[in-house]
T-cell receptor
Framework: GQNIDQPTEMTATEGAIVQINCTYQTSGFNGLFWYQQHAGEAPTFLSYNVLDGLEEKGRFSSFLSRSKGYSYLLLKELQMKDSASYLCAAMDSNYQLIWGAGTKLIIKP | GAVVSQHPSWVICKSGTSVKIECRSLDFQATTMFWYRQFPKQSLMLMATSNEGSKATYEQGVEKDKFLINHASLTLSTLTVTSAHPEDSSFYIC??????????????FGPGTRLTVT
């Protein structure tokens, strides 16, 4: 079956770095998305990886290893506004997104 | 660019009535639109995929006669929750993508509609 695993909750300190891991198993693979979702709001796009390696975008970076079925989202210089849920989603061979349950990130001062 | 709107943003209705939620792509034509439901502290659950001019494809366990989806144009899809019950209370989110190449498979999300059935 198709499956996405990510931690349920993580806590980090303002100004620090946090890495949110995601492992996936899908029927075919057409890329890995990361979305940010604040409570009561819709998800917003953060990154898309389809090739192995690290893609950096400001304070956020996303890494993909296709052979390991593994991705991570790296958040640097954490700010209080980064407190949110981070959703990992893999796109299967039918271009359908398989969603993880989300990782709730709590930032402490 | 790539803005998706939803209307209404929140709605309260009585049990047994029907509610229509609109999803519009404002500055692009969406070949495919998706409808999700999200319960508190849970992830997105895909309900159905709709393509303009054709019948929606519903996910297993989603009643197509209860959740009516109409994708009448490349910029508008509607979800009607018929004979709503309190257990239908949820956050409903639509999304759209352009299709065509890998960058077009990014889904652009609407702001969501919070439905409360009393």
């Amino acid at each position: 079956g198709q499956n996405i695993d990510q931690p349920t909750e993580m806590t980090a300190t303002e100004g620090a770095i946090v890495q949110i891991n995601c492992t996936y198993q899908t029927s075919g693979f057409n890329g890995l998305f990361w979305y940010q979702q604040h409570a009561g709001e819709a998800p917003t796009f953060l990154s898309y990886n389809v090739l192995d390696g690290l893609e950096e975008k400001g304070r956020f970076s996303s890494f993909l290893s296709r052979s390991k079925g593994y991705s991570y989202l790296l958040l640097k210089e954490l700010q209080m506004k980064d407190s949110a849920s981070y959703l990992c989603a893999a796109m299967d061979s039918n271009y359908q997104l398989i969603w993880g349950a989300g990782t709730k990130l709590i930032i402490k001062p | 660019g790539a803005v998706v709107s939803q209307h209404p943003s929140w709605v309260i209705c009585k049990s047994g009535t029907s509610v229509k939620i609109e999803c519009r792509s404002l500055d692009f034509q969406a070949t495919t639109m998706f409808w999700y439901r999200q319960f508190p502290k849970q992830s997105l659950m895909l309900m159905a995929t709709s393509n303009e001019g054709s019948k929606a494809t519903y996910e297993q366990g989603v009643e197509k006669d209860k959740f009516l989806i109409n994708h009448a144009s490349l910029t508008l899809s509607t979800l009607t929750v018929t004979s709503a019950h309190p257990e239908d209370s949820s956050f409903y989110i639509c999304s759209a993508h352009l299709g065509g190449d890998r960058f077009s498979y990014e889904q652009y999300f609407g702001p969501g509609t919070r439905l409360t059935v009393t």
